[in-house]
């Protein structure tokens, strides 16, 4: 762990990815937790009007970074696309917190934001790029690090601008903190990343259609949706977990902030250790593994008739957790090793089926049970979800074989 911490300070073309992106983490922290609350409660946005927003501004961050991770493999550097998105940013979530208004907050949301979210898979692009000189364990060990730095940010963030907030009429003055934030990676990327990204453009670069067919292969696609269908249940637990909390468990919305962020905080170590993890093991089979743990950590909520039960259940809810955060990174990535840029826009991808896939199962969940009964059908879909990709490794290593 150490020497991955000491590579990563050495080498400019990770440490200013790596910092910039333990910055962008801010934009993510100090918005998403008071998103809601400033569109429907202060700006008196409808229910409807509201998910239709967050629905189409999904549409907006998956396509921006699928473009753009297929126009960053062609370009020299990376580095006037993040400084473009860091200014898309600033503009975005400063004129949130500057001019208190639905149109502007809907505009916003729906373009700018988005574009600025999708800096997160370029400074992903540009680590792969540089990681792909190395030996695989070290470039795993590299991506658990610093997507574990990322979620440090998560966990301090969200409690910070509660504090400062504590006594505020409004929650826009968060969004100037995200355009601060934003300010903060134009300016890294601006002055001391002047060479960062890949050497140069592959000697041939396939058009723009075809590249984008290489996502639509069924090889590259089928494993895009089990990563999604993993992902998922992170995504089915953060619905979840605060209800079961309010309810079956007998907590209050304390222990909804509590837990939230203790779970943040312990998926950093845990990052690192399935890093290590996959210095020694298949990505696949350390993935999972740390599937299984969720699973059982989602079967166990189920069951959950006391605050204390859900504490008890912190260590699996975050090693689980970190595994699913983490480890799809690399997995993605391995898909289409030869593009960085659209090898790392998969991650977007995987977020914007797996979004889905969360409501999917929590409507379906609540439809035929209560919230417990909901996390019961996650546990049962991730059980199937591992059996798949456990399957298709299998099926890929059959293939390699000399008939």
């Given at each position: ?164 907030l504590v006594n505020s009429s409004s929650m826009t003055p968060a969004y100037g903190i995200a355009a601060l934030a934003s300010c903060t990676c134009f300016c890294l990327y601006f002055f001391f990343a002047p060479g960062n990204g890949t050497a140069g453009p592959a000697p ?200």
């Amino acid at each position: 762990m150490s020497s991955t911490l000491s590579l990563i300070l050495r080498d400019n073309r990770i440490r200013i990815p790596a910092v910039t992106l333990v910055a962008l983490a801010f934009t993510y922290a100090s918005t998403a937790p008071y998103q809601s609350i400033i569109g429907i409660n202060e700006l008196n946005l409808s229910n409807g009007t509201y998910s239709a927003l967050i629905f189409f501004s999904a549409i907006v961050n998956v396509t921006t970074s699928l473009t753009l991770g297929i126009w960053s493999d062609r370009l020299k550097e990376r580095r006037p696309l993040v400084l473009g998105l860091s200014v898309a940013g600033m503009l975005g979530f400063g004129s949130i917190a500057i001019f208190h208004s639905p149109a502007v907050f809907v505009v916003s949301t729906l373009l700018l934001v988005p574009m600025s979210n999708s800096t997160y898979s370029l400074l992903f692009a540009s680590l792969r790029a540089r990681t792909n000189q190395m030996d695989r364990g070290q470039a795993a060990g590299i991506t658990a690090t610093v997507r574990a730095l990322f979620s440090g940010s998560w966990a301090l963030a969200p409690g910070m601008i509660g504090l400062y907030l504590v006594n505020s009429s409004s929650m826009t003055p968060a969004y100037g903190i995200a355009a601060l934030a934003s300010c903060t990676c134009f300016c890294l990327y601006f002055f001391f990343a002047p060479g960062n990204g890949t050497a140069g453009p592959a000697p041939d670069q396939p058009g723009f259609m075809a590249s984008l067919k290489r996502i639509f292969m069924p090889y590259v696609l089928v494993r895009v949706i089990v990563m999604a269908l993993l992902f998922g249940l992170q995504r089915l637990n953060s619905m979840l977990l605060p209800l079961i909390i309010t309810h079956s468990g007998g907590g209050s919305v304390v222990d909804v902030g509590f837990i939230a962020g203790l779970t943040a905080f312990l998926e950093m170590p845990f990052m690192m250790i399935w890093g290590m993890a996959q210095r020694r093991f298949r990505t696949v089979h350390v993935l999972a593994f740390g599937a299984l743990i969720y699973c059982a950590y989602l079967l166990l909520l189920g069951f959950a008739a006391a605050p204390w039960h859900i504490y008890a259940l912190l260590l699996l809810n975050a090693c689980g957790a970190a595994a699913i955060l983490s480890v799809p990174i690399t997995y993605l990535q391995d898909l289409i090793a030869d593009r960085p840029g659209l090898g790392t826009s998969l991650i977007s991808l995987n977020t914007f089926i797996g979004t889905g896939i969360a409501a999917g199962l929590f409507a379906f969940g609540t439809s035929i049970s209560d919230y417990s009964g909901t996390a019961f059908v996650g546990a049962a879909a991730g059980f199937a979800s591992i059996g798949a990709l456990l399957y298709l490794e299998s099926a890929r290593r059959h293939a390699r074989q000399p008939a």
